[in-house]
């Protein structure tokens, strides 16, 4: 493709009769001093205070913004033990002891934009550009399928090359391939901002779900991090997910990145979000929300050692803090983070954690087992293989979950959330981890794994409600017998 | 009262009538709802998106599952999915999925 051509299609990308629908006097829904004021107004939380918001959030509430400002500026360390202990509690009343599991998939790192912290930016000439050919898709979901995954996070930049026809292509070739019993059951997207139009052609194809992060949700901030391309436009990724929706892609997810800006003004933004799609879109708000750091990239002018890098000390907080303050959505832990610190923050509400992970453009068929910077976006903190995780959450008590039911049996977007709202999804959650796990341990797991994770298995059992137990137990028969894919 | 008419047919007849003025998703609901009240029968409907079954319409309650979910494909574009059939006999059933496919013909999806 010419650079002529190139720069045409970038121009063409920003459709502003689609932004600018959404905002209300002129203005977008992120207020920077309303949310800078707010921190500041909340500096000295009483105690008394700080427990009446945990226990909102004991209830399943979502919290106000000035609530969630309050509990980010607590000082005190034995009052952030009980936050963490009410978020885990929190995550056990609406989901249960369970971790749904999901690989990356990255298929192209072809990019326009020039983000300053990312390893796809279009002046980064050490970066191997690559997109995959339907055939090498294939082969990488082959490799995925094998090791029992059964969900996807795919990737793409934003490019003509990776539009969203290549997108749609290459979700199909995912869904088609198979390997003996296994195969990908759902596949979520991480892909950038479309029109409406073309958000429709997405729904059509059947994405589970459609996730875009923010990055910063600081106006002067993200105009210094994005300079060039599409993505310089704050409210036109701003208002993706608004497209999605109004385009019929009911699970929506949101994030930020951590280490762009201040981390509590980012906790504020993403509570913000929540808030502006539940209310523009009948109470259904996201699906997930992510909140992965900063980590190192090859030739970017911007290092994660910046003022704003977040410690581990205050990762484990804002992670606690989300929970409490959207008690009812699904939080995504990923591999970018160390096991150490996985093992650690996994405990105070997480929902969602990769496994496996490799974030190189054909990593998991050529290269697997190594990590080579310049065909990243950046560093992963833990490569373990999928086995290793699944032992290690089982000695943690947590049912690794395979689960995809939801999204093929209607519970999406405002059933799921009427359930989730209501501390109920672990009713569906519990059973299909349990029969989902069961089937990897037969298929996929080493011998380690198979005993642990049968043991929870047993011992979980006992968390179904009494009337469904023997419903489970028939079905972890007909799973020994052969069955597959069994559900609730 | 027509004779030989059971109450099953009344009522179908009725939720057909009242089913018949509306757009597809408040019709769809109104099934849902009133097969709920009428039989025990937890459905809801979903938009057929290849592997994703989108939810549109009903409301299931929020007792656990104790039996497998069933799908069925009323056409292309639209499913019910049903957690449990209450007290209809298998031919009720059949002739409820088929009063709904000829519902869902006749309407547009939004």
Known sequence: MSATALDEWTAGIVKQDETLRYLEGGEDFIDDDGIESLLERHRSPDPRQVRDIIDRSLSLERLEPHQTAALLNVQDPALWEEMFEAAREVKNRVYGPRIVTFAPLYLSNLCVNSCLYCGFRQENTGEKRRHLSIEEVRKETEVLVSLGHKRLIVVYGEHPISDVHYIADTIRTIYDTKVGDGEIRRVNINAAPQSVADFKILKDIGIGTYQVFQETYHHKTYQKMHPRGPKADYQWRLYALHRAQQAGIDDVAIGALFGLYDWKFEVMGLLYHAIELEDKFGGVGPHTISFPRLEPAANVPLSPDNPYKVSDRDFKRLVAVIRLSVPYTGMILTARESAEIRREVINVGCTQTDASSRIGIGAYSETYGRQEAERQQFLLGDIRSLDEVVLELAEMGYLTSFCTAGYRCGRTGDYFMNIAKKGKVHQFCIPNAILTLKEYLIEYASEETRNVGEKLIQERLNDVPEELRPAVKARLKDIENGSRDLRF | ?110
């Open chain 2, 1 to 110: 009262m027509e004779a030989g008419t059971s109450d099953f047919d009344r009522w179908l007849k009725t939720v057909n009538t009242n089913a018949d003025d509306l757009a597809l998703v408040p019709a769809l609901d109104l099934v849902a709802e009133s097969v709920d009240k009428a039989y025990g029968a937890s459905i809801w409907f979903a938009e057929i998106l290849g592997r994703r079954w989108s939810y549109i319409a009903g409301r299931p309650g929020d007792a656990p599952f104790t039996e497998e979910i069933r799908r069925v494909s009323l056409d292309d574009r639209i499913g019910l999915i049903a957690n449990g059939w209450g007290s209809l006999s298998e031919i009720q059933r059949g002739d409820f999925i088929a009063s709904l496919r000829e519902l869902v013909s006749a309407k547009h999806l939004p």
